[in-house]
């Protein structure tokens, strides 16, 4: 073979360099890496490191030429990922166990005990309302202040006192109302502080649950960022305290079932204008938020 020839079958192999010209070194198909990780309830994607690409995929269960996967069903899933930048193959295997719950399944709205009709969105495994609740169910409402700061007993109270500030926000209620077991219809509660955080971890933990969670409103005052990307929907109906009303615009609170170790307080979760994260904090029992409901 001239020398012509030669030169310009290098030319090509060097083109052709990440294709079929290229011969596997032994160190890159070792640091070649591979890992399944699940992402949601139900994706699976494989996860490529230190290789040259392009990259194809195989799955169990002929699943197909696909980086990520949805699952249904638990059991042991593997992927072969084949690099023809340098013709490696590595083996992922990953065991995924399928979350108990199965959302909303196809319902989309939920009726209490007096007729108020809540739409209800699936995050995860759970199922959510998606306002927050307005019933009365034999709960005294409680417009003094004193009355509101010293009571031990289950009430509620508009947000400033004001009637229309419901088709908003809601009602507030106290912590003993929020554990009365009144206030969600058959099938659901008030969440536990595990329960939140189950739909703070699915949503990405703090941060990214905190974007997710908050509705897109003028009702939020000042710089938000959200995007309401779960449906959960959140307004900052403000709150209830010694004092009067206060952090409407600002402040979405919701009650907890849960009591703190501090005596007289229990759990709840804040949503904050102006701060992408949500805060934990043990409360006063007779401060007034709002409260949400889960299906059991």
Not at 17 to 41: M, N
Not at 171 to 180: D, I, P, R, V
Not at 195 to 222: H, Q, R
Request: proline share 4%; net charge negative; glycine share 10%.
């Amino acid at each position: 073979m001239n020398t012509n020839a030669l030169g310009l079958m290098g030319v090509v192999c060097v083109f052709f360099l990440l294709q079929s010209c290229r011969v596997a070194k032994d160190d890159e198909c070792r640091t070649l890496e591979v890992k399944i990780t699940q992402i949601g309830s139900d994706q699976l994607q494989a996860v490529v490191k230190n290789g040259l690409g392009p990259f194809s995929y195989k799955w169990t269960h002929g699943l197909g030429d696909f980086p990520s996967i949805s699952v249904s069903e638990s059991g042991d899933y593997s992927v072969t990922v084949t690099d023809h930048g340098n013709a490696c193959t590595k083996d992922a295997s990953f065991s995924f166990i399928k979350a108990s719950g199965n959302g909303c399944g196809s319902s989309n709205a939920v009726m209490d005990a007096e007729n108020n009709l809540y739409d209800i969105v699936t995050i995860g495994t759970q199922c959510w309302m998606k306002s927050n609740v307005v019933i009365e169910a034999g709960i005294p409402k409680v417009s003094d202040e004193t009355e509101w700061n010293f009571t031990t007993n289950p009430a509620w109270c508009y947000y400033n006192n004001d009637i229309n500030n419901s088709p908003k926000y809601g009602k507030l209620y106290n912590w003993y109302a929020a554990k009365s077991g009144k206030l969600c219809p058959a099938g659901w509660h008030i969440p536990s502080m595990a329960e939140w955080e189950t739909l703070i971890n699915f949503l990405g933990k703090d941060s990214l649950a905190a974007i997710a969670m908050k509705k897109v409103d003028p009702l939020w005052t000042g710089t938000i960022n959200a995007s309401n990307s779960s449906g959960f929907s959140a307004l900052p109906g403000g709150r209830m305290q010694p004092g009067g009303f206060i952090y409407e615009g600002r402040d979405a609170n919701f009650w907890a079932t849960d009591e703190s170790n501090f005596p007289g307080s229990a759990k709840a979760i804040t949503l904050t204008a102006g701060f992408d994260g949500i805060t934990r904090i043990d409360w006063g029992k007779s401060l007034g938020f709002s409260c949400r409901c889960v299906k059991d």
